[in-house]
């Protein structure tokens, strides 16, 4: 999709987004699978807070990649491109994918008579992931500006700042 959004604009650091992608669920599976594995948490509080608490951990690492404008993650990238180009904050783009994606889920159950395999984690984080990119992706673009470790924007890559 961002291939034919950007046409000529399409460059290689679009396509590394593939490969980080890949490097980010092989690194996902490791520590769930492997690392993680005999963690046991039993208390529904504790695992909603430490739920809560890695979506906003997630959502500052996510703002600190998309900020770098280096390489990004293949949604992550769709949305910033999308931003970019309807002049819309990349909070606002992935907000309204995450909740794209939700819609789809629940049609595509209706649709083929199969079990609704939604939850309270994947709701808490449609609802909380963007907002969260939305107070850190400005703070992260003024600060790495004024330390003049990333110039000033020529165009609307970090649109919260506005």
């Known amino acids: 999709i961002t291939f034919l959004l950007l046409k000529k604009n399409f460059k290689i650091k679009h396509l590394l987004t593939l490969f980080v992608g890949l490097l980010l669920g092989i690194f996902i599976n490791f520590f769930f699978y492997v690392f993680f594995a005999n963690l046991n948490i039993e208390s529904y509080i504790i695992k909603l807070v ?28 769709l949305c910033q491109n999308l931003a970019d180009k309807y002049n819309k904050t990349f909070a606002y783009m992935r907000q309204a994918a995450d909740i794209l994606c939700v819609a789809g889920i629940i049609i595509f159950t209706l649709i083929f008579k199969i079990p609704l395999t939604l939850r309270e984690g994947t709701i808490i984080s449609m609802i909380i992931f963007a907002p969260f990119t939305g107070v850190f992706m400005p703070r992260l673009t003024n600060w790495l500006t004024e330390k003049q470790i990333l110039p000033l924007r020529k165009h609307n890559r970090s649109p919260e700042q506005a």
């Open 50 to 77: 430490l739920f809560v608490l890695s979506i906003v951990a997630s959502a500052y690492f996510v703002s600190i990649v998309q900020t770098s404008q280096f390489v990004s993650l293949p949604l992550e990238d």
